[in-house]
């Protein structure tokens, strides 16, 4: 009987671990899940403001000197359009080599400036990352990726990470439109599918400067950027 007891309390016990186990995982899984399907949502249009510290829309931005990865230093009064003349206005761009959502824009960005530069509109991406935290976002990692993809924008670094918080900037990639007198016009995503851009069904970038162009508030004016997170650097 001993013998008996023993082995059903044996085998209650494993059911119990087995369920236990069973519902662990399911939970983990369900986790994980919701964690991919947030990382993988749509930007949101938004009208208003989404941060109260860097630039607002209608704000002025301040023009910058930041290392190209050629090792010229560019402000933005340095900047052409694709036909050598002073830009209409530039799409600032918050981005870097190491985020997996930079990464998928890389061909994106390369698209969006050969297109928009060829209007007025060229392209200046900025590496706001700390190096140190980051590696893969060295500046000689930039010149290797910039070269591998063939950048027809500069690509400069933020190395005293002074630039990015004044624009506001928390993601790569981030955008900040600015017109020909630096007043930023349009603040966010590129478009609306950060995962696959043969899904994309609004070029929320190429929209504002359609918009501007014909002397137009853009809709929307702000749309919450996808991305990773900007690195600072440790205190």
């Known amino acids: 009987m001993k013998t008996l007891a023993s082995f059903l309390l044996s085998a209650t016990i494993l059911l119990g671990l087995t369920a236990c186990t069973n519902q662990t995982q ?7 899940t919701t964690s991919e399907a947030a990382a993988q949502q749509q930007p949101k249009a938004m009208t208003v403001a989404m941060k109260s510290n860097g630039l607002s829309i209608g704000d002025k931005a301040s023009d910058f000197k930041l ?13 052409k359009d694709a036909n050598g003349k002073k830009p209409k206005g530039y799409i600032v761009t918050f981005t870097c080599n190491t985020c997996p959502f930079a990464m998928k824009y890389e ?3 390369i698209e969006l400036h050969n297109k928009m530069s060829a209007k007025g509109y060229p392209l200046i991406a ?3 990352n700390d190096p140190i935290a980051k590696p893969g976002d060295s500046m000689k990692a930039m010149q ?6 063939g950048f027809p924008f500069v690509y400069l670094m933020d190395a005293e990470q002074e630039v990015y918080p004044k624009y506001g900037a928390g993601r790569t990639p981030e955008i900040y439109l600015l017109d020909s007198d630096l007043i930023l016009r349009y603040h966010g ?7 696959n851009p043969d899904a994309v069904t609004i070029n929320y970038v190429e929209n504002a400067i359609k918009a501007i162009e014909k002397g137009e508030k853009p809709d929307p004016v702000e749309v919450k950027a996808i991305g990773c997170t900007i690195k600072p650097k440790k205190s």
């Open 26 to 32: 399911s939970e983990e899984t369900a986790q994980a």
């Open 67 to 79: 290392e190209n990865v050629d090792g010229t230093f560019y402000s933005l009064a340095d900047i």
């Open 107 to 109: 061909d994106r960005l």
């Open 126 to 128: 900025i590496q706001p």
């Open 144 to 149: 290797k990726r910039a070269k591998e993809k």
């Open 189 to 195: 995503a590129v478009d609306d599918n950060a995962q």
